[in-house]
């Protein structure tokens, strides 16, 4: 690289990066000219942050929370499903079947995402392949597009609200891990999937012992994640009522009012 090359690029002399390089000090720049166009669309004002008023509404929260609600009808209520410990448990129950419930949607929709499923078929079977690979790819985006509140209040009349914040966990859930899991199986080794489908494996044995073992630790994780995440989104789905440890909180408050924890 040649000195001129090297200055534009933000390397000195010696060969290392410099921190304050045009280009890193153009993007400094948009970054920063971007975040005050889109603090002045929402009306962002950092100033009331310091204003008196605001200072009293934060300490309000915060006095609101004590001392915490530990008397027994609370925590266990007068009957067995009645108690905020129950309704914790309610909130794992339902992010675990969300999280099961997308996980197996995802799977089946992913495999049908894989190519090599359709790699050396004929013309009419790669064509089916294409157009169900394409279709499965929209299908995803278009379940991990609407938010899990949305799927939550358009199944809620026909199975009941805790039913409905399973479904709309596990749709939405569904189309962010089919989403990873597609990606996760395209960036794998090739050379291996080839080496067990040419050892006389079919396509679909060749994408599960060949593509699958390279990504299943990463998939654990990502899963695991998202399981996090839907701990987290089934405890607000519980403030529009489907159920869980957000429930017995939601029915004490009232508006905006600070909750009696």
Request: hydrophobic share 45%; charged share 15%; with cysteine.
């Amino acid at each position: 690289m040649t000195e001129d090359a090297k200055r534009r690029a933000g390397v000195d002399p010696h060969g290392v990066h410099t921190l304050l390089s045009k280009r890193s000090i153009a993007g400094v720049l948009a970054e920063a000219v971007t975040l005050a166009v889109a603090g002045w669309v929402v009306g962002v004002d950092p100033l009331l942050l310091l204003s008196s008023e605001a200072r009293g509404q934060m300490w309000t929260f915060v006095a609101g929370g004590y001392p915490p609600d530990l008397s027994r009808d609370y925590l266990f209520g007068r009957t067995l499903r009645g108690g905020l410990l129950w309704a914790i448990v309610e909130t794992l129950a339902i992010s675990v079947i969300g999280t099961s419930l997308a996980v197996v949607l995802a799977s089946a929709s992913t495999v049908t995402c894989q190519g090599p499923l359709y790699a050396g078929s004929s013309a009419s079977r790669v064509a089916v392949g294409y157009v169900l690979h394409r279709s499965a790819r929209l299908v995803l985006s278009f379940l991990r597009s609407v938010p899990g509140l949305v799927w939550g209040f358009s199944s809620s009349p026909r199975w009941g609200w805790t039913v409905a914040g399973v479904l709309a966990l596990g749709v939405h859930n569904a189309g962010v891990l089919g989403k990873l899991y597609a990606d996760f199986l395209e960036d794998t080794d090739p050379m291996t999937t080839e080496a067990v489908a040419s050892s006389g494996a079919t396509r679909f044995q060749a994408v599960c012992h060949g593509m699958v073992p390279q990504i299943s630790a990463t998939v654990a994780s990502y899963t695991l994640y998202r399981w996090e995440c839907t701990i987290r989104s089934a405890t607000i789905l519980g403030f529009v009522g489907t159920g869980g440890s957000a429930t017995p909180s939601s029915s004490r408050s009232s508006g905006c009012s600070i909750r009696n924890w």
